[in-house]
């Protein structure tokens, strides 16, 4: 079973984050919710409050095949800032793992060169970060292992996008109908 991490810092946008935790798990798909904060609690950016599952410095990354980052202003420049979650998305776009990012988070894609070359979106304003970026403006856009979104309201696709990379197509179809999507 894949097992995919999604990377959770103070100051994120819950819904991006949580959504994909959420869909993957009706995809049964092993998503881990991971803390890069130093503690499990994490504060969201709109004052919500939540528990990841482990914290970075205790999982081995190297057992996962894809990570994934929300965004939000504040918990992108965390995760951006974040010495091991970039080691793990440069690793992670190298060897053909996921590497997926949403909302303002494609900038620390595209900050650190695993954009060069490759589809992309993000939040609107965010674009000139996309360094080497074929932009796109589409709900989600996947490129190989890449895969980015816009924002909040395209959390649902991104999470569909995610979930057709390591599942089939009537397991999309089923996460669709029990959404009703």
């Known amino acids: 079973m894949s097992k995919i991490a999604v990377f959770f810092a103070d ?14 798990r009706r995809a049964k798909l092993d998503v881990v919710s991971v803390s890069v904060t ?4 994490i ?6 409050t939540f528990f990841a599952d482990v914290l970075l410095e205790e999982t081995d990354m190297d057992t996962f095949d894809g990570a994934v980052l929300p965004g939000g ?6 995760l951006g800032a974040h ?8 690793k992670f776009a190298e060897t053909g793992k996921l590497a997926a990012a949403i909302c303002a988070a494609p900038s620390v894609l ?13 939040h609107p304003g965010w674009e000139e970060k996309l360094e080497g970026a074929i932009l796109s403006q589409e709900n989600a856009v996947t490129d190989g292992n890449i ?3 816009r924002g909040m309201g395209t959390s649902i696709d991104f999470a ?13 179809a089923q996460v669709r109908k029990g959404i009703v999507y």
């Open 11 to 24: 100051g994120c946008e819950e819904i991006e984050g949580l959504t994909v935790v959420d869909m993957l």
């Open 38 to 41: 130093g503690s499990l609690e």
């Open 43 to 48: 504060h969201g950016s709109h004052k919500i």
């Open 73 to 78: 202003a504040v918990g992108t420049a965390n």
């Open 83 to 90: 010495e091991g979650v970039v080691a793990v998305m440069k």
């Open 110 to 122: 595209g900050e650190n060169g695993i954009l060069k070359g490759k589809h992309a979106t993000c």
């Open 147 to 149: 895969i980015t979104s």
């Open 160 to 172: 569909l996008a995610i979930i057709a990379r390591f599942a089939d197509e009537d397991t999309v």
